[in-house]
């Protein structure tokens, strides 16, 4: 597959990685991110996993696209934090299917679909209805599916430390290593020996799992 989408007589053309929406048309600025410095770079290329391109926006225009007004990021902002908030309190009456988590996974990644509009509450209670669901029933989550779902809305978590300045706690990082441990040994009881192993990529995050012979 070609990361760049600029394919020519069938090379793969490098190119480099495009901000969302292009900034809306002028109310931001696209910038190239070193993933590892912080640092501002000249380029980053589609298929370098070391950088990201970001919207550096102009003053009062917010979102990760900087298509929003002050107002429009306020009510962004309180309208997810209300429904992380309601996503966590409805566990206390949800039974745990497949289904039920699989849903919780989507749910939690379209609202981090846009970290600039995650409130420190919608930060906690969403990775925590994610975090919570697999340490309860790693095993509803051994499915391929479900479980792309689950590390696609992980990786999400991550792509906060992109967007502010405080990044992601060491002790949110805690939580999040633990559940992908759970998550791999999930997987496992998917899993027989010498099978090929199951490759989750996310932007943010990569794990394969796989089931070997143990060394005596």
């Given at each position: ?77 309180s309208s997810r934090e209300s429904l992380c908030t309601a996503l966590r309190d409805n566990m206390a009456i949800q039974d745990l299917t497949e289904d039920v988590v699989?849903?919780r996974a989507t749910s939690v990644a379209d609202l981090f679909s846009d970290m600039h509009l995650i409130s420190d509450v919608a930060l906690e209670d969403c990775t ?89």
């Open positions: 597959d070609c990361l760049s989408s600029n394919c020519t007589l069938s090379l793969c053309a490098d190119s480099n990685k495009i901000c969302p929406n292009e900034c809306n048309s002028g109310d931001g600025t696209c910038t190239f991110i070193d993933s590892n410095t912080g640092f501002t770079l000249p380029a980053c290329p589609a298929q370098d996993f070391g950088c990201y391109a970001k919207c550096v926006c102009n003053i009062n225009r917010y979102g990760k696209d900087c298509s929003l007004d002050s107002d429009e990021w306020t009510s962004a902002r699989s849903g925590a209805v994610l975090t919570e669901t697999v340490s309860t029933a790693p095993e509803l989550a051994q499915d391929f599916a479900v479980a792309s779902e689950i590390t696609a809305a992980l990786s999400l978590i991550l792509d906060r430390a992109k967007y502010d300045e405080y990044g992601v706690s060491s002790s949110l990082l805690s939580e999040i290593y633990a559940s992908l441990a759970l998550l791999a040994q999930g997987c496992q009881g998917n899993l027989a020996i010498g099978e090929t192993p199951m490759n989750f990529v996310d932007e943010n995050l990569r794990m394969a799992v796989a089931m070997t012979d143990s060394i005596t």
